[in-house]
């Protein structure tokens, strides 16, 4: 599985961004993806998450309201749409696609990350 983020850059606060992560490869195979920021000096911390269906989502309490993620199967593709941005949600933005494979149980795997920077 490959992921590759898109989207990412440099806001104002109140803006809006649209991330883009494309799924090639095994795509069949994932059951979950989501979202996940690191901010310089601070762990990974989930975003967002969505099951393959799209029929569950879980966000993170600092970002509902404001974010929403959402997938196309058809295009192998997962979306975070970012409104009402902060400065506190500049960070590097990464993508994960989670499979569960038998004999090794769940598989992450990761994007290179997008950088999204929020202006005050």
């Known amino acids: 599985v490959q992921l590759v983020e898109s989207g990412g850059g440099l806001v104002q606060a109140g803006g809006s961004l649209r991330l883009s992560c494309a799924a090639s490869g095994s795509t069949f195979s994932i059951n979950v993806m989501g979202w996940y920021r690191q901010a310089p000096g601070k762990q990974r911390e989930l975003v967002a998450a969505i099951t393959s269906g799209g029929g569950s989502t879980d966000y993170a309490d600092s970002v509902k309201g404001r974010f929403t993620i959402s997938r196309d199967n058809a295009k192998n593709t997962m979306y975070l749409q970012m409104n009402s941005l902060k400065p506190e949600d500049t960070a590097v933005y990464y993508c994960?696609?989670?499979?569960?494979?038998?004999?090794?149980?769940?598989?992450?795997?990761w994007g290179q990350g997008t950088q999204v920077t929020v202006s005050s």
């Open positions: 994960l696609g989670r499979l569960w494979r038998l004999g090794e149980g769940d598989i992450d795997y």
